[in-house]
């Protein structure tokens, strides 16, 4: 009896990522969603710049690698020349939130029909450890050693609430991956995210809340309790944006 196979949506490439960073649960859950959703052979992932950017060796559908923060656009120049493919991308905090906020802000008011899969985790994580504009107030990164001072660094972004103010957006979620509860949730985010998009709705983002336990400093198990204490309450989960919701129920 077959009790779990692995999604042919991810290659057999091994990932690399840390032990304990969720990384990987996440990108299990866009492969899943993708092939339940039978648009593999059309699906096509924009990988960005940061700890996902090999993310173009896993996922077994076509890739492009996109310039740090550029990964909407080019989203964009990839769903406008074939409307028929499932696009999306998959990008850090880094990658969506800073140097990316234009592509994330205008894809968004555009409305571009992708989907965007943003992984908070609150640091920027293949560069060592740098502060983000997710970094928590008071959170020890190695550009804020003595922890983030709102007084002279500013307040983190908070991507989901800022695009649900967007007239373009048409379905924005956060979700995360720390418990089996919070991952079906997530797959059901994702999967919602790419049905959207196949019926043409609009800009989705899903933003999921992810462990750095490397950069964070923490071994995986305190890094799903920092998430759950620290991100979860700064960064809470729900729908911020759903403009078909009513026509759904
Ligand atoms: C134009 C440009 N600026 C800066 C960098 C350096 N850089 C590479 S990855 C990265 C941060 C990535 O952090 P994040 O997007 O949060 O992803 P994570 O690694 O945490 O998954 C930075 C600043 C770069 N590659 N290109
Ligand atoms: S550095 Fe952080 S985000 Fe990158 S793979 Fe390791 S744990 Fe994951």
């Not at 960073?21 to 990108?27: F, Q, Y």
């Not at 007239?167 to 790419?194: L, Q, S």
Request: proline share 4%; net charge neutral; charged share 20%.
């Amino acid at each position: 009896m077959v009790v779990f196979k692995k999604t042919k949506g991810l290659t057999d490439n091994a990932l690399h990522y840390c032990p304990g960073c969720t990384h990987g649960i996440i990108h299990r859950l866009v492969a899943e969603s993708l092939e339940e959703l039978g648009v593999l052979d059309k699906a096509v992932g924009v990988a960005s710049v940061g700890c996902s950017v090999f993310s173009y060796n896993y996922f077994n559908c076509d890739m492009i690698q996109a310039p740090h923060g550029r990964a909407p656009a080019v989203a964009t120049g990839a769903k406008r020349a074939n409307p028929e493919n499932v696009v999306f991308t998959y990008q850090g905090d880094g990658d969506l939130a800073a140097i990316g906020t234009a592509e994330t802000v205008h894809s968004a008011a555009r409305s571009e029909n992708i989907t965007l899969i943003f992984v908070n985790n609150a640091i920027y994580g293949m560069t060592g450890g740098q502060m983000a504009p997710t970094t928590l107030p008071n959170q020890v990164t190695q550009t804020s050693p003595y922890g983030r001072d709102t007084t002279v660094v500013g307040y983190p972004v908070r991507v989901s609430e800022m695009l649900s103010t967007i007239t373009g957006a048409a379905y924005v979620e956060r979700v995360a991956v720390d418990n089996v509860k919070n991952i079906i949730k997530a797959k059901k985010a994702i999967k919602k995210a790419f049905q959207y998009q196949i019926e043409g709705k609009g800009f989705t983002l899903i933003e999921v809340l992810s462990t750095c336990p490397t950069n964070w400093g923490l071994s995986p198990k305190d890094a799903i309790k920092w998430l759950d204490e620290n991100m979860q309450t700064y960064y809470p989960l729900g729908v911020y944006k759903d403009k078909y919701a009513t026509e759904e129920k």
